[in-house]
């Protein structure tokens, strides 16, 4: 069989369905198989494989994406030669394969950048009107870019401060509350809204907006923070998730608190003991504005004392 027939039946296990990463396990599938859907499986070597790699790097990919891509296909041989529907020198061809990154390479390669309140601040004014506030969901929620580019107007609820985001649109498949704060509050209120409640919060000529890099490249060329996924440690959007994730750390909140906010998985036994509340959330959304004015303010009373001659 093709490795995109393998593929499918594999994606097709009601296992599988169920998994945490499956939505990225189909991506990073998708990926592979725009070179290899096409090759019977018995003809996939090593030396193919490696060659996969050297060609998406000159892509300019990432290493960790590129590892990524192969361990899902890994994956699909694991199960398959479990199955017997391969043989053992097609795991072999596989397993030879190494990553890019392992040990002290692969936690050197994770993406870091995080902006600080000023950084984010001129981030956003250099962004277009179309961005700005997408930028401001980012940085003040913490939610995936998938996520706040399919957000509804049905999904907000001014009124009460929350954001309900439903587990079709979550990478999870869970129902997720998050807390609006005052800032964020305000930018909402100051958007165009459709009398249907499935109009995007964030249309571009009326429709759902689907990629946003190229606005983004062109906010962040306007200042000095450097753009891209080929950059090593180059910002994209998912960076103001990490952002919030860092800011609320540092503001004491509860790291499960956070990542009830943020959707990241927790562990299961610690959840049935420490339920997660609206509340809990809303406080830590102060906590979190409080410690950004902080630091704003801390900014600031530098800058005027370095005005003060003889400071």
């Known amino acids: 069989m093709t490795f995109q027939e393998l593929t499918d039946w594999y994606l097709n296990l009601e296992k599988v369905k ?3 990463y499956y939505p ?9 198989n725009n070179t290899f859907g096409s090759w019977i499986v018995a003809k996939i070597k090593a030396t ?3 060659n996969y790699q050297a060609d998406r790097k000159r892509e300019g990919k990432a290493e960790s994406t590129i590892d990524q891509e192969i361990s899902a296909a890994k994956v699909v041989i694991n199960k398959a030669f479990l199955d017997d529907k391969v043989g053992g020198n097609v795991l072999k061809g596989f397993i030879r394969v190494k990553k890019y990154l392992t ?8 993406r870091r950048p995080v902006l600080s309140p000023v950084e984010f601040l001129r981030l956003e004014e250099s962004a277009s009107l179309r961005l700005k506030p997408i930028l401001r969901a980012g940085y003040e929620t913490g939610m995936r870019e998938g996520e706040i580019l399919k957000l509804k107007w049905g999904m907000v609820s001014l009124k ?3 954001i309900n985001l439903p587990k079709e649109i979550t990478k999870t498949h869970k129902d ?3 807390p609006i704060s005052d800032e964020l509050a305000g930018v909402l209120d ?3 809204r459709g009398i249907k409640e499935d109009y995007p919060v964030f249309p571009f000529k009326g429709k759902e907006i689907h990629d946003i890099g190229a606005v983004m490249r062109k906010a962040c060329n306007g200042t000095k923070i450097v753009y891209g996924r080929s950059k090593g440690e180059g910002f994209i959007s998912h960076n103001l998730r990490r952002t919030f994730y860092t800011d609320a750390r540092k503001a004491d909140v509860q790291e499960s608190v956070i990542k009830e906010i943020t959707g990241h998985a927790r562990n299961e036994v610690v959840d049935r003991y420490n339920q997660v509340d609206l509340g809990d959330k809303r406080q830590a959304i102060e906590k979190l504005t409080q410690y950004r004015q902080d630091r704003l303010a801390s900014v600031n009373q530098n800058v005027d004392q370095r005005a003060i001659p003889g400071i």
Do not use: H, Y
Request: charged content about 30%.
């Open 190 to 192: 100051r958007l165009p």
């Open 48 to 50: 193919d494989l490696e």
């Open 103 to 110: 040990g002290e390479n692969r936690n050197s390669n994770q």
């Open 24 to 32: 990225t396990l189909c991506l990073c599938l998708m990926k592979f």
């Open 160 to 162: 009460d401060g929350v």
């Open 18 to 20: 169920t998994k945490r």
């Open 176 to 178: 997720r509350a998050i």
